[in-house]
């Protein structure tokens, strides 16, 4: 869920994880799958009639000349700042490049290794050019967003109603991942990094469905049609309502089971207080034995030491409540009712 309360973007858990980087890295780049797939970027004979020219000579300057080292003057002379952001924005291998490998090759002129310094000027002028078409080539994103158009859902999938349930399906997912029982391993029968996302995805892509099917009658303006229509109408009406009603199902089980591990959350701090009262109490008893000495502190560390055994069995049933309750989790994830 974002910041402002719309539901974040849903992407198919089958899609790669390299490309569901890329797409999670750059939701500016996401088109909705109700709208047309983003085209592939196509070049126009100019565009490739100027770089054809423009990239072998901006591969001799930089690669072979010291035009790394004439920008950084020129710049300087002009302001400071604008220094430091333009040559740090190229990068710091395409920095050191442009200016070490003038010097080097000037080096080898000026020593006589004249087929050094070819060679040199050749693995640069190459490297230059390669790097320049690489970064005029579609950025991974956004071919990413084209390729898998379809395979996400953004907040523009769906209606009101669609994103509130979302949302709270997103909640639930969240709330299950952040609980300090999933970090501790207590729900480790249920795989959530797996399970979650395909829930999220399944619930999503229902949602983007409702949300279609209500914009395509909004269309057929109902209120302009007879009676009769209508009637023909309703059975199509119910079988939505039904599946409106199986997500929402689905969501109240999400909503369910993070309900119970932030439950199974303060039976495993109760846990870690309760495993630690053994330690504590012998470290008070001896408190009492090292600064009082009479009938009271017998008494009190008497006390003690009833309690500690009284934590041994806390403990155990402690334990035992914990791990029953993640037993119920998974039943409930597992065996999920369904109209």
Not at 86 to 104: D, I, K
Not at 185 to 190: F, K, P, R, S, W
Not at 227 to 253: G, I, N
Not at 291 to 318: K, M, Q
Request: hydrophobic letters at 45%; glycine letters at 6%; proline letters at 6%.
């Amino acid at each position: 869920m974002t910041d402002d309360g719309r539901p974040r973007p849903v992407l198919d858990p089958e899609i790669p994880a390299e490309d569901r980087a890329l797409l999670d890295a750059a939701p500016e780049r996401l088109v909705a799958a109700r709208l047309p797939a983003p085209p592939r970027p196509r070049t126009g004979r100019g565009t490739i009639a100027a770089r054809a020219l423009w990239v072998p000579a901006a591969a001799l300057f930089y690669g072979v000349l010291p035009g790394g080292w004439i920008r950084m003057f020129f710049l300087a002379a002009m302001d400071g700042d604008d220094l430091v952001d333009v040559v740090f924005g190229w990068g710091r291998a395409a920095l050191l490049a442009m200016l070490v490998v003038p010097l080097v090759h000037a080096l080898l002129i000026l020593s006589g290794q004249g087929e050094a310094a070819v060679l040199l000027a050749a693995v640069s002028f190459t490297g230059w050019t390669a790097g320049i078409l690489r970064h005029l080539r579609e950025p991974a994103a956004a071919r990413a967003a084209r390729r898998y158009h379809g395979r996400y859902l953004l907040p523009g999938d769906l209606d009101r109603p669609a994103a509130r349930l979302l949302v709270r399906a997103q909640r639930a997912c969240d709330a299950v991942l952040g609980s300090a029982a999933h970090r501790a391993g207590l729900l480790d029968d249920v795989d959530n990094t797996v399970v979650l996302p395909r829930q999220e995805w399944a619930i999503a892509v229902a949602l983007a469905e409702h949300t279609r099917l209500r914009r395509e009658r909004r269309a057929q303006r109902p209120e302009r049609l007879s009676p009769r229509v209508r009637a023909l109408l309703e059975p199509q009406d119910r079988a939505l309502e039904l599946s409106v009603a199986s997500v929402v199902e689905r969501v109240e089980a999400l909503e369910t089971y993070a309900a119970q591990a932030r439950g199974l959350d303060d039976a495993y701090h109760e846990w870690q207080v309760v495993r630690r009262l053994p330690e504590q109490n012998e470290r008070y008893r001896e408190l009492l034995a090292a600064t009082v000495r009479d009938d009271l502190a017998r008494e009190e560390i008497e006390r003690l030491a009833g309690g500690a055994a009284a934590a041994r069995d806390l403990l155990r049933e402690s334990v035992g409540d914990a791990v029953r309750a993640g037993h119920d989790l998974v039943s409930a994830m597992t065996n999920p009712r369904a109209k």
